[in-house]
């Protein structure tokens, strides 16, 4: 996980957390805890991950004689919002050393809001290898309907169990590889980014999350019989996706078109009530859905005209209508931040559109060097039994032309819907 202080790319990389993996390490924990010279804890959990991990780290706690202060989620499905933020917030006890979340997803990015704002010591007990969170200092939340991700703190120490991690439902164990398979888009992005934007990137970051993302594949086949190896490797992968983004300063190692695409439908869901799924299952079948258009793409021939007529007809007004009507209030948001993006610019639409016309052949090359074929990521699905269609996990059919294009619309990232704007190839797409 380590890279050389001096990197090629000109930034000083660093991580300080401490990263735990391995069978029975939960015992672990006093030592861990005498180190930071803790008194008393924190502890959040949800009801589900109290009974996968939550009580005995509680009872490990208790052992040592020190104060557990707790708060235990009780929804069956609780959602990384405005409100159970509040809730943690409301419990938290000030005079806590260290705050300990045990679960994974929501209850990390909620845990990481409240370690940063109370600035002490976090402590994240991974229940399953579920999502690429665990070692990014971000938190993925939706605040006022729109889908982000908010500045928090990184843990401190994260500790993956072995024993705990293998007792996870399968769904969340296929949702994180399904997170890890995201990740050929997101450095194939990156590195197109780079090519036509000037946009900062590093190979050794890059090849850092190739490498696990080779593992993860090569042992996927496990995850069916809980193999302790195969659990590791998405696991490890995971963190060392997170460890990535801290390096970059930006989530470009890990995330891409396919998150927007998800995170578009769980702005459809916070809104409207549609159904969502797990984040890594839905990011696992955007990024089957993303490498067919990117193998669209590679057969289209840029024609800068047409590029130019699309681009020149182009209502941005009529497209925020559009936008207030499929995603509701999230899209105000997502409109606002245009007024500062300024990414419909014809002027600097002209200039991208001559240098990627100019640079067609070093595109398709990165594109062919980074993607699978949709064919192999197809069997792989199969092998391990992940959703590969949107009708499998609840959404409409309907609505995918419009969530490409809401892609574009998200945050201030090049993407795969951007290029084909550019291209005026979206609807041949």
Not at 88 to 100: F, K, P, R, S, W
Not at 318 to 330: D, I, T
Not at 395 to 413: G, N
């Amino acid at each position: 996980m380590e890279i050389q202080k001096n990197c090629k790319c000109g930034k000083e990389h660093t991580f300080s957390s401490e990263v735990m993996i391995g069978e029975g390490v939960l015992k672990e924990i006093p030592q861990i805890l005498k180190k930071y010279n803790t008194k008393k804890v924190f502890f959040l959990a949800d009801k589900n991950t109290y009974i996968a991990a939550g009580k005995a780290v509680e009872e490990i706690i208790k052992k040592e004689e020190m104060v557990v202060a707790s708060y235990i989620f009780q929804a069956d499905e609780l959602e990384p919002n405005e409100v159970n933020v509040g809730l943690a917030i409301m419990h938290y006890e000030a005079d806590c050393d260290v705050i300990i979340g045990v679960g994974s997803g929501v209850i990390n990015d909620i845990s990481k809001i409240v370690a940063n704002v109370s600035n002490k010591t976090y402590i994240i007990v991974a229940t399953a290898p579920s999502m690429d969170g665990y070692a990014s200092a971000t938190s993925s939340m939706t605040r006022n309907g729109l889908k982000i991700s908010l500045p928090s703190k990184c843990a401190d120490v994260i500790i993956g169990d072995l024993d705990v991690l293998c007792e996870a439902p399968m769904k969340l164990m296929i949702s994180g590889l399904g997170d890890m398979l995201a990740k050929y888009v997101s450095i194939c992005e990156w590195r197109i980014s780079a090519l036509i934007n000037g946009e900062y990137y590093c190979e050794e970051i890059a090849k850092l999350v190739r490498s696990s993302l080779k593992r993860c594949v090569d042992n996927a086949a496990g995850l069916l019989q809980r193999d302790k190896e195969a659990v590791k490797a998405v696991f490890e992968g995971l963190v060392v996706c997170g460890v990535a983004m801290k390096y970059a300063g930006i989530s470009r190692p890990a995330s891409g078109c396919e998150h927007y695409m998800s995170h578009v439908w769980d702005m459809r869901g916070a809104e409207f009530g549609h159904p969502v799924a797990l984040h890594g299952i839905q990011c696992g079948v955007a990024t089957l859905i993303i490498v067919k258009m990117y193998e669209k793409l590679i057969e289209i021939t840029p024609d800068r005209q047409r590029a130019l007529n699309y681009v020149d007809e182009f209502d941005y007004d009529k497209w925020s209508v559009v936008l207030k009507e499929f995603l509701g209030k999230a899209a105000d948001s997502m409109i606002a931040l245009e007024a500062k993006e300024q990414k419909y610019n014809k002027e600097s639409h002209k200039v991208r559109l001559d240098f990627i016309i100019n640079h067609w052949d070093e595109i398709l090359q990165i594109i062919k060097e980074e993607l699978p074929s949709s064919e192999a990521l197809e069997k792989l699905f199969e092998q391990i039994g992940a959703p590969k269609s949107l009708q499998e996990i609840g959404v409409d059919e309907a609505i995918l032309p419009l969530t490409f294009e809401a892609t574009k619309d998200i945050r201030d990232k090049y993407v795969l819907s951007r290029l084909c704007w550019d291209l005026g190839s979206t609807g041949e797409l």
